[in-house]
């Protein structure tokens, strides 16, 4: 199945998104569903008005459904020793989250979510006592009355949670959390009634939602999130899936939500690689089985794809968390027909995931207020207190501090020495994998001409063409560092902008300076398949291993077929740490995988001695050794291009105009999109 890249800018219809539902206790305004995930307000129960500002601003932006982050039935079953727990203490306070949803007409739902064997401290328990690969503590197994404890738990906190305004709550049982350990053969191997067999191991979730439906009553809604496929081995078949899932509806369940792949799966299941809605397929298949709503999860980040998704009759509902971090208004604009101004979620996980697994807030590289609502504040200026406004440079930082500026009221004009807006952004996006960051380009593009934003490409000022603005905000970003290497003939050496713009090609064997961000993008530019297997869910399944979930492949996944290289690639770096490892904590493993699949070679701890017609000179292991490539690409890092401050800072008279540094501009270190992006919103919000 190929997916094609929608334009934001296409007038489309999103009657079937857009359309109520009725789930039995209630009807929800539309089949938006803010998908669970884990932002970092709810462990500490002071943050309670903090975390009812972020959901109260996605309920006021018109989302049917909210999902909250996880929060424990007790105390082993905490993701950290300190998460949160649905507890009387916690709940009691979550009357302002609950009201705050209600007073924009919305309905919202407590996650109950127990951690098992994944939970980061001591007291974890599981199915059976072992560690997993995301924990350093080791679980122990759960006594028989352990697990009937357990069910007990689960009943009393939803009760709570009802009582505390809640519509109903949802019970997490995919990802490989706690019910999902249970069902597995790989991690239970009870000889109890709670294992010895498909039955047995699904005896647990069974019991769970019996419990819970006893204790919220009929009036409130019950959520149950189903492992669709585990992609693990030795997860569960389909058939196990399936006869769990009418155990579910049996007991009262009202609402199926799709889960898919375990947080140790390795198959990317989020990540912006993977093809928009290649899971829904899924979701249609338990869909034709259930006589329950089904909402359809992973990759339908947006608007176009979620309509689809439900015309083809693949689900009831969908599941949009990340999308509702990057704009949460999204329902809204598409009521009011105003899709072109939905904020694109491009997939990263590098302000939400990534933030989140290591134990810090949420937000969002392209909305940087999203989980800090109460501290980063946008004030509109009254009209005589405009100020006008320069942004110099139209990379990710310079669009931003320009929308955010004339989204306040002030005069802005956007200046690009380029023809195209986008900086590095708009390389990124010429990355097999990272088709859709030209989205949010786009995005970018008609929310800038929204809000009146004068855009001058191919304009370069001087500091006499800025003298007459009140502020100037530089965002010229960065060049590509280069280095001197001693060479006599041999291999061409070349910039990764020079490469990706397509001002020079590379060769059949090439070598790559520099293993950082832009490095292993541009190792996976020269050796991932074409066409892109992120283009076609079918192309992208086969290359991932992702099979049907039968008894030969349990949890769905087999061994990844050996694919041909396009190319002899070699990454290189100074350094001994092991490649790629200041990548995103969710990301990183994904592009690793990638580049081993792909027979890139890969030196670290090297010395670079020269270039001759014998190739690429270096010290490596203490050895030389030569790399015969026809090629050297140079990913060494950047340098600021930050001369017009200085220029305007010297030319002006008086106190204006200001002059404000951003983005690469003013750190090209470790050069850092969300940095730069919050920089441009903190320094607009001053202005």
């Not at 899936?241 to 375990?262: K, N, P, Q, Y």
């Not at 087999?558 to 350094?575: A, F, G, M, W």
Request: a neutral charge; aromatic letters at 4%.
């Amino acid at each position: 199945m190929s997916v094609p890249l929608p334009s934001p800018t296409a007038r489309r219809s999103f009657t079937r998104l857009l359309s109520p539902l009725d789930l039995g206790p209630f009807e929800v305004r539309n089949r938006i569903v803010m998908g669970s995930m884990h932002v970092g307000l709810e462990d500490r129960p002071a943050d309670a008005k903090k975390l009812a500002a972020y959901l109260g601003e996605r309920a006021r932006g018109g989302v049917g459904l909210i999902v909250t982050g996880g929060f424990s039935p007790d105390r082993t079953g905490r993701l950290t020793p300190r998460g949160a727990q649905a507890d009387d203490r916690t709940l009691r306070g979550h009357r302002v989250i609950t009201r705050e949803v209600h007073e924009a007409d919305g309905r919202i739902l407590l996650q109950l979510l127990h951690a098992g064997r994944y939970a980061f401290h001591p007291l974890a328990a599981s199915s059976a006592a072992g560690k997993s690969k995301l924990s350093p503590f080791r679980a122990r197994r759960l006594t028989r009355r352990g697990v009937g404890r357990t069910v007990q738990h689960f009943a009393e906190a939803a009760r709570l949670a009802v009582e505390a305004g809640y519509d109903g709550v949802e019970i997490m049982g995919s990802e490989g959390y706690l019910l999902n350990q249970f069902l597995a053969p790989a991690t239970n191997r009870r000889r109890d009634r709670w294992g010895r067999g498909a039955e047995g191991r699904r005896a647990l979730p069974l019991a769970v939602a019996a419990a819970v439906r006893e204790a919220i009553g009929e009036g409130a809604l019950l959520s149950y999130r189903i492992s669709l496929l585990d992609l693990v081995p030795g997860g569960q078949t389909w058939q196990e899936t399936t006869a769990l899932a009418h155990g579910l509806t049996e007991r009262g369940v009202d609402v199926l939500s799709s889960g898919i792949g375990w947080h140790e799966a390795r198959v990317p299941t989020i990540v912006t690689s993977v093809p928009r809605a290649a899971f829904a397929e899924n979701a249609a298949a338990l869909r034709d089985l259930v006589d329950v709503p089904v909402i359809a999860s992973n990759r339908i980040h947006d608007p176009a794809v979620a309509e689809e998704v439900l015309a083809g009759g693949q689900a009831d509902l969908v599941s949009m968390a990340r999308p509702l971090l990057a704009d949460p208004h999204l329902p809204r604009k598409l009521a009011d027909d105003q899709a072109a101004q939905v904020v694109a979620c491009i997939s990263c996980n590098q302000a939400c995931l990534d933030k989140v697994f290591v134990g810090k807030r949420a937000s969002c590289l392209v909305n940087p207020r999203a989980g800090f609502e109460t501290e980063l504040v946008l004030k509109p200026v009254i009209e005589r207190r405009a100020r006008k406004v320069a942004v110099v440079g139209a990379g990710p930082a310079g669009l931003e501090a320009a929308l955010a500026a004339a989204e306040r009221g002030h005069i802005v004009t956007l200046y690009e020495a380029t023809a195209e807006i986008g900086g590095q952004l708009r390389l990124a996006a010429r990355i097999p994998g990272k088709e859709d960051y030209a989205q949010a380009l786009q995005s970018w593009r008609m929310r800038l001409a929204a809000a009146g934003v004068g855009i001058r490409l191919e304009t370069r000022p001087t500091a006499r063409d800025l003298a007459g603005f009140h502020d100037v905000i530089v965002a010229t970003g960065v060049v590509p560092r280069e280095i001197t290497l001693p060479a006599e003939g041999g291999p061409q050496v070349i910039s990764y902008a020079d490469l990706l713009e397509g001002r020079a090609e590379a060769g059949q064997r090439v070598a790559i300076i520099g293993a950082g961000g832009i490095g292993v993008d541009v190792a996976e530019f020269l050796s991932a398949p074409r066409p892109s297997p992120t283009l076609d869910i079918a192309a992208w399944k086969q290359h991932w291993g992702v099979v049907p979930a039968d008894e030969e492949h349990r949890g769905g996944v087999t061994t990844r077929p050996v694919e041909e290289p396009r190319r002899e690639v070699h990454l290189l770096q100074r350094k001994e740490t092991r490649i790629g490892a200041g990548l995103g904590r969710t990301t990183g493993w994904v592009h690793r995988a990638e580049l081993r699949h792909a027979g890139v070679i890969q030196h670290r701890g090297v010395t670079y001695r020269h270039v001759d017609e014998d190739g690429l000179h270096l010290v490596e292991d203490e050895q030389e050794t030569v790399l015969a490539v026809d090629t050297i690409v140079v990913c060494a890092g950047q340098v600021s291009v930050d001369d017009l401050a200085a220029e305007v800072t010297a030319a002006r008279k008086g106190r204006t105009p200001r002059v404000h540094v951003i983005g690469g501009a003013d750190v090209a270190a470790e050069l850092d999109a969300e940095r730069a992006i919050r920089q441009a919103v903190e320094v607009a919000a001053g202005l």
